[in-house]
């Protein structure tokens, strides 16, 4: 009887120094995780309505002079796209990727509510997820860099990304070389299989753009008739709020600007 009253005593110290503890600011919980998105809320989305409001913007999201470069405006837009293709697919996506396109004609998300007429209609590629070696991968991003097509498009630019992918631009050769391509920090491997969210420039090439490799239908899957604007547009619909503190010029790509 003794040892349990003795027992007692001392769980209770334990707590109230604990509680004491914690009344000094010391917390052992961890902060909140930041909110799922909602992809109920995109049921009735209709992409002719261009006065539907998609969301907030608390601030400008910046896409200028981004042809060979890192953007807030491109960051978002790449991990919009990422995430839409997990939602529609139901399966792995490792990261998206896309030319300059949206930069080039649009360059700047301005702060507040965000229509659907803004967004949907940058970006009119279907959505595709293409499954990539990390060879090929490698093959494209170089390939825009160098700007190394047989065709008719031979325009020279930073491909953008989303967070899982980075890549060095090296401009001490001529044309620029894209170099220490990365999936989540790791360098990517040449033998493993990506499954990688685009448009159909990329995913579904049929052009003599010898950098974009061309693949057989098991290797790419089509999910019109959403376009890459329309899928961003939905991202903004689940997300509710876009704060461009979730998209930082933080590394995706590094190295310097070519000289145009």
Known sequence: MRNRLLAGIFAIL???ALAGCAGDGV???PPPPP?????SKIADYDSTDGNRVLGTATAALDGTNGRYQETVLGNFYMDGLAEYARHVSGKRIDFALFNDAFIRSFTNLPEGEIKNSAISTNGTDTVVVSIFT???VKDIIEGFVASTSTGSWNRGCAPMVSKELSYTIDTSTTPPQAKNIKVNGAAINDTQEY???GGNFIGDNTTANRFIPILSDEKKEKYAPTKVGEAVAMYIIAKGT???SD???AGRIT???PTL
């Open 247 to 249: 998209y930082p010029v």
């Open 134 to 136: 990390g060879q090929q």
């Open 14 to 16: 334990v707590l109230a």
């Open 195 to 197: 499954r990688v969210a």
């Open 27 to 29: 917390t052992s919980s």
């Open 35 to 39: 909110p799922a998105l909602d992809w």
């Open 242 to 244: 876009i704060k461009p």
């Open 255 to 257: 190295g310097v600007k």
